[in-house]
């Protein structure tokens, strides 16, 4: 068999090749050889692909925007009179942001107006059909916090006539006001 150590020994030290005047064609073919003996050792293994696991923020983050749309339904669905359907209009009588916290029944523990033009009407009809909605879906347990509640923001969205959408359902505002 012939070793590379043998093959680089043939190559620099045989008098046979060098003194002969086939020397640079053997010299070529030997190196030929010598890289196709190289390129036969080895093998190419690409590097393993690093399995990047989801980071629990991005689970959580999905399932919270699930979980934010099924509690929009919820209250869309309990407050039928009060919903508007249809576009709201260009310019919205009143917006009204409002904090919550679900406790893991479902129930509405706490809420409160967090944001507002001081539209009082609008207010109320905002917390009035969140109570009216409660019990919401079952939060999912990996979004609850150490007491075993989670604290939630919706917006109403209210027209003139005092029907609201929610932004998590809302339909795109009219562009211009008519």
């Keep these: 068999m012939l070793t590379r150590t043998r093959f680089l020994h043939l190559l620099t030290e045989c008098g046979a090749c060098r003194g002969s005047s086939s020397w640079p064609t053997r010299r070529g073919t030997a190196l030929a050889a010598l890289l196709a003996l190289a390129a036969a050792g080895c093998t190419i293994t690409p590097p393993?692909?690093?399995?990047?696991?989801?980071?629990?923020?991005?689970?959580?983050?999905?399932?919270?925007?699930?979980?934010?749309?099924?509690?929009?339904?919820?209250?869309?669905?309990?407050?039928?009179?009060?919903?508007?359907?249809g576009k709201p209009q260009a310019m919205l009588r009143s917006l009204v942001v409002v904090s919550f916290t679900v406790d893991r029944n479902g129930h509405v523990v706490d809420s409160s107006v967090y944001r507002t033009n001081g539209d009082d009407e609008a207010e109320g009809t905002a917390l009035a059909s969140l109570r009216r909605a409660s019990?919401?879906?079952?939060?999912p347990g990996k979004l609850l916090?150490?007491?075993?509640?989670?604290?939630?923001?919706?917006?109403?969205?209210?027209?003139?006539?005092g029907k609201f959408q929610l932004r998590e359902l809302a339909s795109p505002q009219a562009l211009t006001i008519d």
């Excluded at 869309?76 to 009179?81: G, I, K, L, M």
């Excluded at 916090?145 to 006539?161: I, S, V, Y």
């Design 48 to 85: 393993p692909r690093a399995v990047v696991p989801t980071p629990p923020a991005a689970v959580n983050s999905a399932t919270l925007d699930q979980y934010r749309e099924a509690v929009a339904r919820r209250i869309v669905e309990r407050n039928p009179s009060y919903v508007l359907r």
């Design 145 to 161: 916090n150490g007491r075993g509640q989670l604290e939630l923001f919706e917006d109403w969205l209210f027209n003139d006539d």
């Design 135 to 139: 019990p919401l879906p079952l939060p």
